[in-house]
């Protein structure tokens, strides 16, 4: 059974940092892309980053490149978004999501970790 | 940057009714979309890809049409776990990006 699990959500302040986790199991982890998608406080799906299975390849949304930077250990088994100089508006859910060999979809997701932007 | 537009924002609607909801992208994605399903307080789930597949596990209910620029997902006969919001995404370019959102709400 493929499993997500994301941990390292919390509270910081505006201009703060965070690493999140996803630590994933029930599959060849090294061998799918891996995508962070996330949801703020009552709104829709806003896809962030995602990185090739390799790690040979990143993406970011325009809204946070140059301030989140994703990564993989392959070795580990998990995806990394680390979070630095946060803004009000980088608080929402994120989501780790497993994508399929050919990249794109979001085929299974985490139940998420909940970041909180806040003075 | 492909931008999606989805409609209705709700659907009010009785189960045993058929649901029909529409996305329109601001340009050519050619079959490179996909619907998902929210239920309150869960993650999203894929129903959909490449416009017409479905997912592993999803039911025959849920069916996917279109290319280019205007996508339909239509849900036969609403059953009582169906009502949720759905999104629909593309991955012909970056960056990925999603729809606003249909709400499927009981009538």
């Known amino acids: 059974e493929v499993q997500l699990l994301e941990s390292g959500g919390g509270l910081v302040q505006p201009g703060g940092s965070l690493r999140l986790s996803c630590a994933a199991s029930g599959f060849t982890f090294s061998t799918y892309p891996m995508s962070w998608v996330r949801q703020a406080p009552g709104k829709g799906l806003e896809w962030v980053s995602a990185i090739s299975a390799s790690a040979y390849s990143t993406y970011y949304a325009d809204s946070v490149k140059g301030r989140f930077t994703i990564s993989r250990d392959n070795s580990k088994n998990t995806l990394y978004l680390q979070l630095n100089g946060l803004r009000d508006e980088d608080t929402a859910i994120y989501y780790c999501a497993r994508s399929p060999p050919s990249g794109g979809y979001f085929e299974y997701w985490g139940q998420g970790t909940l970041v909180t932007v806040s003075s | 940057e492909i931008v999606l537009t989805q409609s209705p924002a709700t659907l009010s609607l009785s189960p045993g009714e058929g649901a029909t909801l529409s996305c329109r992208a601001s340009?050519?994605?050619?079959?490179?979309l996909a619907w998902y399903q929210q239920r309150p307080g869960q993650a999203p789930r894929l129903l959909i890809y490449d416009a017409s597949n479905r997912a592993t596990g999803i039911p025959a209910r849920f069916s996917g049409s279109g290319s280019g620029t205007d996508f339909t997902l239509t849900i036969s006969s609403l059953e009582p776990e169906d009502f949720a919001v759905y999104y629909c995404q593309q991955r012909s370019n970056w960056p990925r990006t999603f729809g606003q959102g249909t709400k499927v709400e009981i009538k």
């Open positions: 340009q050519s994605v050619s079959s490179y």
